[in-house]
């Protein structure tokens, strides 16, 4: 009898891409705790600013690639879509709702992208992945929202725009790919730059500059925008590149999860027996959602 064995490589290295695309969603779920706890209150303009300009021009110092033919619109439309738009909304939603509810709706973003890949990608629908979509939309239910949830209108039209937003642009990223040559920390760059010049204006004009930005803020707005803004967007541009986008999508699931988590863990928070129930149900839309229906793990075949 001989064993042979079936060699795990590619396996390996998807599941490596996988686990360093979840970084960027999992750095995310920390902006609710950071914008309540650190962030100047009233301020979501110039949080999404300070988070997307800094960072971009540091990586353009860093990479010395500017965008150049079609890439100076793409980079515009992509910088507006994922970050330009997405930041403010994400901002106002964490200030005027509770954040269970704020990451319920980020949540719906797998949903969003399952459909739009339709008329952007010319793919046909996953009831695979949108399924697993739904449940995890609900598992995120189960572990953030509770009884004390406030319902604010602006705010949840900003939870629900702000998803529509980054789902396009999550689209969009993975149909223009990007150009021969560049890689993800410099379209990361162009990005959140394109994203911060959009909001500079706005800002200036219905916000201006917090009053007073002490340390623990500065240690806030460094944390968006250094790991939050260019290190996260880099490995997610990255994913997205390789990755199936809906399957992609379905990592997001994590932030609200990893916000639960610090919430526990720092704020003092309990999480009860439905809350666990919920982890568990996110957590396996998750990793059902990075596979196709039928596909298997390549295993060991043992021949006589």
Known sequence: MTTTTTPLPAVSS??????????????????????????????PLFAALMRALPAGLLALALTRT????????KAVVL????????????????????????ATLGAIQPILVTFLVIGVLGE???????GWGIVGVLGVGLVVLGPEAALDPLGILAGIAGAASM?????????WGRPPGVGPLALAGWQLG????????????????????????VAGYLWLGLVGGLLAYGLWFAGIRQLPVTATALLVLLSPL???????????????????????????????GQLAPGQRTPHRQTKD
Do not use: C
Not at 27 to 34: A, K, N, Q, S
Not at 79 to 99: H, K, S, Y
């Open 14 to 43: 998807q599941a490596g891409l996988i686990a360093r695309t979840a970084l960027a969603p999992a750095v995310w779920g920390t902006t609710y705790l950071v914008t309540t706890e650190l962030l100047p209150a009233g301020h």
């Open 66 to 73: 500017l965008p150049r033919g079609t890439w100076l619109w």
């Open 79 to 102: 910088g507006t879509l994922n970050i330009g738009a997405f930041f403010p909304l994400l901002f106002v939603t964490a200030e005027r709702l509770p954040g269970g509810v704020a």
């Open 124 to 130: 046909q629908l996953s009831r695979w992945r949108l």
């Open 167 to 175: 789902s396009l642009g999550v689209v969009l990223t993975k149909r």
């Open 194 to 217: 394109a994203g911060g010049i959009v909001l500079l204006v706005p800002t200036l004009l219905v916000e201006g500059v917090p009053a007073q930005i002490d340390g623990p803020a």
């Open 258 to 288: 990893v916000a639960a988590v610090l919430g526990a863990l720092l704020i003092g928070e309990r999480l009860t027996p439905a809350q666990g129930i919920g982890f568990a149900l996110a957590l396996a839309a998750m990793v059902a």
